[in-house]
């Protein structure tokens, strides 16, 4: 779901050899470059961009913008691999701190000092793969690259990531466990112990604090008023809460770069919340998510899923979707939609969420992140 | 006249004058400190989705349009602009806008930088564009009285941020359990962002993100603290002794100060923004580190402060040509690295005053000491 994106990814930035060993990221390497002789690509530039969407050159260095900033990977075919950040040269020793990466370069024009390094290394004219640049690329830099390199012949590698950041490791699914088992500790807390005023800014600023102290890079939290007309998800405003009022309460937190995403709707008391759940909700909930298989259609998940909710009590509100899979963004691809051409494979971790209004027109929302494997689908999140 | 009714006056001004059919104000959603949060400072909203632009006509219509679609809920409870549309789309949906309004010939865009090829196009192929940042550049400068009330908040909020730092920085908890202490409190107070960066070292090298580290005896913390009300950011840089400070420590800390003072008293409308700079590399270059007063030993002398970023005013050194207005909001640090001391922070937000200047926080300017 979007999410405001902080002005700086404040929480705990380090790179655990022991979760995410550097042997990881050389298989990594390795798979792509079989993928680049196919292609006859020569270079592969991965573009990322931001608090969302830095997992291209993550995927292969370990290393994730802090700000609403670009960093550039390419990967040559033979050769050392090239990390570009945009950044100053005095934090060099913090971003060479959690990459494997040995050639570091910071500027303040990703384009530009990637034209740089391919005049350097006699890349031009050769096959590129781009894979981020045309659709997250500022365009004045992308333009510059594009003009820059007539003699180049460009294929999109774009796939080639999606398809295999698309299938988590064992190691990515332990990091995703360890963010899921932050979103479960945030929710507890705020349902076992007293918030000090019940104040949708207190609930946020407690929701980040557990957080943030059990090690989360990133937290985002949007919360609803259900009960109101109109609602929509939005961020934490200086509001009351008051006792028997409905709220949900939106929590998505990234551990050492992998995200995970929980819903709740709670009831408030006085000083805490409860989960509020529905014999329904829930039933609907665990019937779409037995129609996930590996092989399966999305679009044919989505198809029935929406035939099945039409059958049940509950009507469904479209306007938040039915979840995507998640990553090393919060948003990664396919999303669980109509539209969507891919398949459920095994050991994607995907989010399901629902949001559905009752007979008695009450409003409630669940969402939890989910891991697939070959005959099981693992709530993460719970 | 209401100040949202001068901001849309002030934009219809500038279509006119420069001759446009009208204004795109855009924003990809995010918040980069170094760049202009134009449509955050013109729409009063901050929007979270990929692509959203204020729309304005040269006759005066303003259109809000946001993604997604249910996100303009809160952009019409927030947005002086009344016309707030929700899309599925923005690329699909922005061109029939361009129709409606009659941007056919010439428009001017705000905040291009931010613009992927895709949205760059669906505005190209309706209408030639020119760059116009400037018109929003302009009209954030001199804030009104209710946006100097929203940074004095601001800056209340930040002191409440390094009180917290004062109150949990101890031996043995790590920095980023320190900065989640630090920012507890400041959401706690009002914050809707935060801008913290710290380091914690016997000689510090430059501020960074939180690691595991542990605090420990002697070290020193560096730490900027940055909280943002109503999304206008006010900065603070200090730093904090572990233990009793090293006499060099403390005597290169008053050095620090000594150049802050000085670059205060020159503070005032109709100067420019390079004095401020070079009265403080005076100081430090006196003292035998003027090499010291340019990258890599530091980074800038000081910076503008607004809404989202460090905009409007940009970078403070010795060459900035900019002239402080009153009304304008900036950050004043000999944020320095030293060979004796590593890199230490010293700095402040003031509000440039028709006399002089007004201190935007009220923590005291001085090296402090943690007993441990």
């Known amino acids: 779901m979007e999410t405001l994106q902080p002005t700086l990814k404040r929480g705990r930035d380090v790179w655990d050899r022991i979760n995410m060993p550097e042997m990881e990221f050389h298989r990594r390497v390795e798979k792509i470059r079989e993928e680049m002789k196919k292609e006859n690509i020569d270079c592969l530039l991965l573009y990322g961009k931001g608090a969302n969407e830095y997992g291209n050159p ?179 405003e200086n509001r009351g809460i008051s006792d028997g009022e409905d709220i949900i309460t939106y929590v998505a937190v990234a551990f050492e770069r992998y995200w995970s995403e929980g819903i709740r709707t709670f009831a408030a008391g006085p000083s805490h919340f409860k989960e509020k759940t529905s014999e329904d909700a829930a039933a609907l909930y665990q019937k779409i998510l037995r129609m996930i298989e590996p092989g399966v259609a999305v679009t044919q998940v989505c198809k029935d899923a929406l035939g099945e909710i039409q059958k049940s009590p509950m009507e469904y509100l479209p306007q938040y979707g039915l979840g995507q899979s998640i990553g090393l963004s919060p948003r990664e691809l396919p999303r669980i939609a109509m539209e969507s051409q891919d398949h459920f494979i095994e050991n994607m971790c995907f989010t399901l969420r629902l949001a559905l209004k009752d007979k008695e027109n009450v409003s409630l929302m669940t969402g939890d992140t989910i891991l697939l494997s070959k005959s099981h689908r693992e709530c993460l999140t719970r | 006249m209401p100040q949202e009714n001068l901001k849309l006056e002030r934009a219809v001004e500038a279509i006119g004058e420069k001759g446009l059919d009208g204004l795109i104000v855009y924003s990809n959603g995010t918040c980069d400190i170094l760049g202009a949060k134009n449509l955050f400072y013109f729409a009063e909203f901050r929007p979270l989705g990929p692509h959203n632009a204020a729309v304005i006509s040269k006759s005066g219509e303003a259109v809000l349009l946001v993604e997604p679609e249910w996100d303009a809920a809160r952009a019409k409870r927030f947005s002086w602009i009344k016309d707030v549309r929700g899309t599925a789309d923005f690329i699909k949906t922005m061109p029939d806008l361009m129709d409606e309004f009659k941007l056919t010939r010439k428009v001017g865009v705000v905040a291009y930088k931010e613009m992927t090829e895709g949205v760059y196009k669906c505005i190209g192929k309706k209408a030639d564009t020119e760059t116009a940042d400037d018109v929003i550049a302009e009209m954030a400068y001199n804030k009104t009285e209710k946006e100097v009330a929203i940074a004095r908040e601001a800056g209340r909020i930040t002191d409440k941020g390094f009180e917290a730092l004062l109150k949990h920085a101890r031996v043995g908890i790590t920095e980023y359990e320190l900065l989640a202490e630090i920012e507890f409190d400041m959401r706690k107070a009002g914050a809707d962002d935060i801008f913290n960066f710290m380091s914690s070292e016997k000689q510090n090298f430059a501020m960074h993100s939180p690691t595991d580290k542990r605090l420990s005896p002697g070290d020193i913390v560096i730490a900027e603290i940055t909280a943002a009300f109503e999304g206008q950011f006010i900065q603070l840089c200090k730093t904090v002794v572990l233990g009793r400070p090293d006499p060099v420590l403390a005597e290169k800390y008053d050095m620090l100060l000594q150049a802050h003072d000085a670059s205060l008293r020159v503070i005032k409308p109709g100067i420019p923004a390079s004095q401020i700079s070079r009265s403080m590399n005076k100081v430090i ?21 607004g809404v989202g970023s460090i905009a409007p005013g940009a970078v403070i050194d010795d060459d900035t040509e900019g002239i402080l207005k009153t009304g304008q909001a900036l950050v004043v640090h000999p944020n320095q690295f030293l060979p004796e001391t590593g890199y230490l922070a010293c700095g402040e937000t003031v509000l440039v005053t028709d006399t002089g200047m007004e201190r935007l926080s009220k923590t005291e300017n001085k090296l402090y000491t943690i007993e441990v």
């Open chain 1, 58 to 236: 993550c995927y292969i260095s370990n290393f994730a913008i802090k700000m609403p900033r670009g960093a550039l990977a390419a990967i040559p075919l033979k050769g050392d691999i090239t990390l570009i950040v945009d950044g100053f040269s005095r934090d060099q020793p913090a971003v060479k701190s959690v990459t494997w990466v040995d050639n570091i370069r910071s500027c303040r024009d990703v384009a530009q000092e990637c034209l740089d390094l391919l005049k350097e290394q006699n890349l031009i004219p050769s096959t590129l793969g781009f894979a981020g640049l045309k659709e997250l690329m500022p365009y004045p830099q992308f333009q510059s690259i594009i003009n820059a390199l007539g003699r180049c012949k460009i294929v999109d590698a774009q796939p080639i990531i999606n398809k295999m950041r698309m299938v988590k490791s064992f190691r990515e699914q332990d990091q995703i466990r360890r963010s899921s088992r932050i979103i479960q500790r945030a929710f507890d807390r705020v349902c076992s112990s007293p918030l000090s005023e019940m104040n949708e800014r207190v609930l946020e600023a407690t929701l980040d604090y557990i957080a943030r102290m059990e090690g989360a890079e990133d937290i985002r939290i949007l919360v609803a008023r259900p009960m109101e007309r109109g609602w929509t998800m939005r961020p934490a």
């Open chain 2, 285 to 305: 270059s006196d003292a035998g580190y003027a090499k010291y007063c340019y990258p890599p030993y530091m980074r800038a002398r000081g910076h503008g402060i």
